[in-house]
């Protein structure tokens, strides 16, 4: 079993650009693909990043997903932040065990 | 285009039983999974099952095991989950997802419970 850490929170200006990192406790990152869900204050999760980097239709390209073994870490980037971009983000990856496992999210605040 | 409907808000008293749903439509539902997602007030998601509708072959996360029942009736297109005995510590958002093993797509509105004597 893995865990996935997130940090707690982020605060970017708008127009900046503004990264995420959701860091793998064992085994290889990249060893599962990593998911991005974001949500927004009450509203359900929708996803932004799937396998890894792969954007759904509709996300804006400004929103962009990578792995890094290096760091055993996945990271969401959010180019030209707008206001209505302020949520909390969850990464998520699979365990062969326990199936899906949540990162602990991250609030950006967009400020 | 893709729906996952739940059922409305619930209030409960500890002790009593329920079962929540989760309609899909516009895709084949025998064809994907469904998962639920417990997220606890001010708190983040947890994992909690998934079930497949085509065959009703359902995974528990460890923590869930035992807890909940999660079914589904194919012929509805619909998915539940279901207490036996509701606690106090039962109180949360509950979602459904359309899934693969591996993860979800895309999330039904959530349906709150909120346990209380």
């Known amino acids: 079993n893995f865990m996935l850490t997130q940090p707690h929170s982020v605060s970017e200006s708008p127009g900046k650009t503004v990264t995420i990192s959701c860091t793998r406790s064992?085994?290889?990152?990249?060893?599962?693909?990593v998911q991005w869900y974001q949500q927004r204050p009450g509203s359900s999760p929708t996803t932004v990043i799937y396998e890894d980097n792969q954007r759904p239709s509709g996300v804006p390209d400004r929103f962009s997903g990578s792995i890094d073994s290096s760091s055993n870490s996945a990271s969401l980037t959010i180019s030209g932040l707008k206001t209505e971009d302020e949520a909390d983000y969850y990464c998520q990856s699979y365990d062969s065990s326990t199936l899906w496992v949540f990162g602990g999210g991250t609030k950006l605040t967009v400020l | 285009e893709v729906q996952l409907v739940q059922s409305g808000a619930e209030v409960k008293k500890p002790g009593e039983s329920l079962k929540i749903s989760c309609k899909g439509s516009g895709y084949s539902f025998t064809s994907y999974w469904i998962g639920w997602v417990r997220q606890m007030p001010g708190k983040g998601l947890e994992w909690m099952g998934i079930?497949?509708?085509?065959?009703?072959?359902?995974r528990y996360s460890p923590s869930f095991q035992g807890q909940v029942t999660i079914s589904a009736d194919k012929s509805i297109s619909t998915a539940y989950l279901q207490w036996s005995s509701l606690k106090a510590s039962d109180t949360a958002m509950y979602y459904c997802?359309?899934?693969?093993?591996?993860?979800?797509?895309?999330w039904g509105q959530g349906t709150l419970v909120t346990v209380s004597s």
């Open positions: 079930i497949y509708p085509g065959d009703s072959d359902t």
């Open positions: 997802a359309r899934a693969t093993v591996t993860t979800g797509d895309y």
């Open positions: 064992s085994g290889s990152i990249a060893s599962n693909y």
